[in-house]
């Protein structure tokens, strides 16, 4: 089956930089307060205007996040969690019906749920057959949605294809951080970028990019890119769009 359209929405700065440094997620630390000063008057509406373009061009039904906005790096699976007691654990499980989801990529079983829905997107985990089966218990238990793909990790294509045969989805939007991006765009899964850019620059070797992962292989090429439109704001906000040209 055909993946849904796979549109990369973030905000960065000039530099390309995500975040502040590895290991502080800005969702959990200080660092997003910091990061909040960053933001001229104009973004909060660019943004917005982002928004509204991608349900008026897409009507998006999931937002796509990796572990790593919500656990640093260095974080492990969870521990002393109750055995699975059966290996059906390793089944789609679906807890709800819903029309939009938040789905998040925890193919290692890091993160302690606090949350299952949030402005109106229910929660949705990706998971593959190498997840611990105690961390796919502790989802059921705890009524928390999660599809498998992949065998010693989350296939991301599969997983993207998944969420269009089970749930419908014709476009995910993925606002995560440099990891799920990179995976992404080596896996030519991407279609679309979408950046507001702030006028900062953060540099610091290490510090995570728009796009991380893998270098480029030997006989591997960078991704190309058409311009589609851009935007700017007297205070330097910067919106940029841009279609991913397939190589013929």
């Not at 089956?1 to 990369?8: A, G, I, L, S, Y």
């Not at 705890?142 to 599969?158: K, M």
């Not at 990891?179 to 507001?196: S, T």
Request: charged fraction near 25%; include cysteine; proline fraction near 6%.
């Amino acid at each position: 089956m055909e993946k849904p359209r796979v549109v990369v929405s973030v905000t960065t700065t000039v530099d390309g930089r995500v975040s502040l440094r590895r290991d502080r997620p800005l969702m959990t630390t200080e660092d997003g307060k910091v990061w909040e000063t960053l933001r001229p008057p104009s973004a909060q509406a660019v943004d917005e205007a982002r928004t509204a373009q991608l349900e008026r061009l897409y009507s998006p039904t999931v937002t796509l996040e990796g572990s790593g906005s919500m656990v640093p790096p260095s974080a492990g699976p969870l521990t002393g969690l109750p055995p699975a007691g059966s290996d059906d654990v390793y089944d789609d499980f679906l807890a709800v019906e819903a029309e939009r989801w938040f789905a998040v990529v925890d193919g290692r079983g890091r993160v302690r749920w606090t949350m299952k829905e949030a402005g109106g997107q229910h929660l949705l985990v990706l998971v593959s057959h190498a997840t611990p089966a105690a961390y796919l218990a502790y989802l059921r238990r705890e009524g928390i949605s999660y599809l498998v793909a992949g065998t010693q990790r989350v296939d991301l294509g599969a997983a993207l294809r998944r969420m269009r045969s089970r749930l419908g989805v014709t476009c995910v939007v993925s606002s995560g951080g440099g990891g799920i991006n990179g995976a992404l765009l080596r896996a030519g899964l991407v279609d679309e970028i979408q950046l507001v850019v702030l006028p900062a620059a953060i540099g610091g070797a290490g510090t995570p990019g728009l796009f991380d992962g893998p270098a480029l292989a030997d006989g591997e090429f960078p991704t190309r890119l058409r311009l589609l439109s851009s935007h700017t704001e007297a205070d330097g906000t910067l919106w940029l769009r841009y279609d991913v040209a397939r190589s013929r």
